[in-house]
């Protein structure tokens, strides 16, 4: 059966011919198809005074017309690609691709900003790429004054932009995505009036002639461009639109000089070079030849407001390398941590903030697990960094899946590693392994060489060359500035604050370095009550944490004795026996994961080969101690070895009654035992 329409245009055209041969006969073919027609014929003519046939004669003629019209441009629409394919060559370009973003960048500073074009699309959101750099390179910002708004960005919009470059006529076609295409399509409107781009869009980049070599030295010119523009700026890659899991934000952030970045200049040297060998093509060769994985790893560890982020930053900038960064406790699951990992380029510094916030919740499911199967009391030991840190726990990654990502089977080879963390001696050891980290490296509190060194920048010329004061202040005589430079150090205790306090004394003083010198002495004072407050306050919330613990203890292990004296059966006894030793089994494990850990942190040459350099001090580092899992670790042990006794006893006790009926151990002898143990731990 053919279809309606075809039918109903098959009647359109019998009723044309009708009128055109003015003869009966077709109107008969038409009765013969449509039965009754000449009754609706009849009933046109006497009521409406129309002829039915005429009517159908002009529709019929006006779908021709319409469908001649359609066809015409389907043949002219032909044409024009076939013309196009066969004077033009192209290369398209995916939206995700950071070329694209070149090409934009280009066109935006050598077509764009000379009026060449008259159908832009603006944006005045967030700068979600840095096609647009171009325009923050050459403007300074004032944020004093009225730049309260982001400043307008303008791109080249869908469609076409014309261009000549080097004597060739270009064409860019910035491609629709499907939305804007369908509406742009039903409402047969120009594509760049039936929407905005978002800047994911595919281009095409057609140049007039046979040949894509053109094509090629203009994407090369655009590659240029950018890493021109680039050079006074690291760029920054994150992650922020948590449902496409790409890098789709990108910062441009002022180089920050290495020397800017205070700690002992022969650490920050031997990381320099390590960093120059690493990166040196011979190096890879010999990776390669060797069967080695070509990746490096390094460890920032120490307190807040140290220089980690810093020092990454600087390193970033003095290798020309994009830094793509990543807040651990901010990723969402192992998955999109994988997924990153594989869009990065081969080279590359990716810096793992936190990385402390991904082993804790493995730390603390796994002693969720065993809180469930019976009262273990593992989770004390997670309380007692819980509280001081509110970002520990809150990472969703698993330390496996950063594990594999690191050097797993699909990690990308070229890059670097960067991790910093704050509790460093709290890492699993398999993170902290050669392979993974290579080098640990301490950056502690302030000497009062780096202070120096620091008022100097402070105060000092600027690097531009133009020798004005870095500062508001009038710039004094450099043999001045270095006495009161030495002054200034001088009244800072050695290795006490951080990098971050006393830089933040002197943005406060930065219109007067004579002042900044005077006043120093006060505030150090001040600055040392606080951190003596601190401590104090620390400490008494210490002992309050430990005295719960061992009040919780001794509840414990007056609820073993008890059940120890108190069983029903043999299996029962047997169960809790079981229990104790399955105790004693954690502790001794958990003391020797410490104990190992402390070992690769503090870079034991015997274990590990990690090299554990210190940022700030001459001689090799230490982390923080941890005093209180010290303290934990020992108070459990005091406690284990009394349930242990008990157990022993008890133990023992069942051991003579095996064989015979089940009976419970001397009251007197396990009772008096628990109650020693228990008055023990009180002490
Ligand atoms: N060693 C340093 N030399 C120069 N400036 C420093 C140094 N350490 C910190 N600063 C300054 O202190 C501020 C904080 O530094 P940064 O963010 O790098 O510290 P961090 O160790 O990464 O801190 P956190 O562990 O809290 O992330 C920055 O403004 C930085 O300029």
């Not at 690609?81 to 192209?90: G, K, N, P, Q």
């Not at 810093?310 to 003095?318: E, K, T, V, Y």
Request: aromatic fraction near 6%; proline fraction near 4%.
């Amino acid at each position: 059966m053919a279809p309606p329409s075809n039918t109903m245009n098959s009647l359109l055209a019998l009723a044309g011919t009708t009128v055109l041969n003015g003869g009966s006969s077709t109107i008969s073919d038409l009765e013969e198809r449509i039965p009754g027609f000449s009754i609706l014929q009849d009933f046109f003519k006497k009521w409406l005074r129309l002829d039915l046939t005429t009517l159908l004669t002009a529709a019929a003629l006006m779908g021709a017309a319409s469908s001649g019209a359609q066809s015409l441009q389907d043949t002219g629409t032909k044409i024009y690609w076939w013309i196009v394919r066969f004077l033009t060559a192209s290369i398209s370009i995916a939206g995700h691709d950071r070329l694209n973003r070149e090409v934009l960048n280009w066109l935006g500073a050598h077509v764009l900003s000379k009026g060449r074009a008259r159908i832009l699309t603006a944006n005045s959101e967030t700068i979600q790429n840095d096609a647009w750099s171009y325009r923050r390179v050459s403007q300074e910002r004032n944020d004093f004054h009225h730049e309260k708004r982001m400043p307008v960005q303008y791109l080249p919009t869908f469609g076409t932009t014309w261009f000549i470059h080097q004597r060739n006529l270009f064409m860019v076609r910035r491609i629709l995505t499907s939305s804007t295409a369908y509406h742009s399509s039903w409402t047969r409107t120009p594509d760049e009036y039936a929407g905005a781009p978002e800047g994911d869009e595919p281009l095409v980049v057609m140049c007039l002639g046979r040949s894509v070599e053109p094509i090629k030295r203009f994407l090369d010119t655009c590659r240029e461009f950018a890493d021109k523009q680039r050079e006074a700026y690291i760029t920054v890659r994150i992650s922020k639109r948590s449902y496409d899991e790409t890098w789709d934000t990108t910062i441009l952030r002022p180089l920050r000089p290495l020397e800017t970045v205070h700690f002992d200049e022969k650490t920050k040297a031997a990381l320099v070079a390590d960093i120059e060998n690493y990166l040196d093509i011979n190096t890879r060769k010999f990776y390669n030849r060797r069967g080695i994985p070509y990746r490096r790893g390094f460890l920032l560890y120490g307190p807040p407001g140290t220089g980690k982020t810093s020092l990454s930053l600087a390193l970033a900038g003095r290798f020309g390398l994009e830094l793509y960064l990543l807040h651990m406790p901010s990723v969402r699951d192992d998955s999109v941590l994988e997924k990153l990992f594989t869009a990065l380029p081969p080279r590359c510094l990716v810096l793992l903030e936190d990385i402390d916030a991904v082993g804790v919740k493995r730390r603390a499911r796994r002693s969720r697990s065993s809180d469930s199967s019976s009262s273990s009391s593992d989770s004390d030991n997670d309380d007692s960094h819980s509280s001081s840190d509110p970002d520990r726990g809150r990472s969703n990654c698993t330390l496996s899946g950063l594990l594999n990502v690191i050097d797993g089977v699909a990690s990308q080879e070229g890059r670097i590693v960067l991790m910093t963390s704050n509790y460093a001696e709290k890492l699993d050891k398999a993170l902290v392994r050669p392979g993974r980290v290579d080098k640990m490296l301490y950056l502690g509190h302030i000497s009062q060489r780096s202070c120096e060194l620091m008022f100097l920048r402070m105060f000092g010329p600027d690097t531009d060359g133009l020798g004005m004061p870095a500062s508001r202040s009038v710039l004094l005589p450099k043999a001045e500035l270095e006495r009161l430079a030495l002054e200034f150090s001088r009244a800072i205790p050695n290795e006490v604050l951080t990098p971050a306090q006393v830089q933040g004394y002197l943005l406060n003083h930065r219109d007067s370095p004579v002042e900044a010198a005077e006043k120093i002495g006060e505030w150090v004072k001040e600055e040392l009550a606080i951190l003596e407050a601190a401590k104090e306050k620390e400490r008494k919330a210490a002992e309050a944490k430990k005295k719960k613990r061992r009040e919780k203890r001794a509840r414990k292990a007056r609820e073993m004795a008890e059940a120890l004296n108190d069983y029903d059966s043999e299996e029962e006894l047997e169960r809790l026996r079981e229990e104790v030793e399955r105790k004693k089994a954690e502790r001794r494990k958990r003391k020797e994961e410490k104990e190992e850990g402390k070992e690769a942190v503090n870079g034991d040459g015997e274990s590990e080969s990690t090299e554990a350099v210190n940022g700030s001090k001459e001689t090799e580092s230490k982390p923080t101690p941890d005093s209180e899992a010290a303290e934990t670790t020992g108070a459990e042990k005091q406690t284990d070895e009394k349930v242990n006794g008990e157990t022993a006893k008890t133990t023992n006790g069942l051991k003579h009654s095996e064989g015979s009926s089940p009976e419970k151990a001397p009251e007197g002898e396990v009772s008096s035992a628990a109650e020693a143990s228990v008055e023990k731990t009180e002490e």
